[in-house]
């Protein structure tokens, strides 16, 4: 079943979030950006929604450019530009999502609870600032 599959350039995410990682703080390890970002997202979609939907989140790219890509399932489920509002997104696609996604969120008409594993734990993208490397920023799992 095809998902909704929004894609938000690694650029675009600093330049809207990169800001809030203080000085002397490893952007490499620091998720407030990400968290930041996902407030905005989940407050969007969850105004939007008129279903209930699952999030899940994935990084795509190369040297030459990384997108973080959002799934919407199903993808009717959140209609509409909700996501500008978070941070402008470079494309958008149906697609079938990656089976190796990490979950995000549950999203239902009015509200929206960051997804967590078995054991408690949730998924974050620390991508607050360049590290001087070409891969993309990672996926940290957050006890």
Partial sequence: MPARVLRFALEDLRRAFGGLVPA??????????????????LEAAAAAAVAPAALGFWWEGSYNGYWLAVSVEPPEAIPGPFAER?????????????????????????????ARDEAGAAYEAPFGAPTGHFGAPGVRRIT
């Fill in 24 to 41: 002397g703080t490893d952007p490499r390890h620091d998720t407030r950006p990400f968290r930041a970002f996902r407030a905005a997202l």
């Fill in 86 to 114: 978070a941070c402008p997104v470079d494309d958008e696609r149906l697609a079938p999502p990656r089976p190796d996604r990490y979950p995000l969120a549950a999203v239902s008409p009015g509200a929206a609870t960051v």
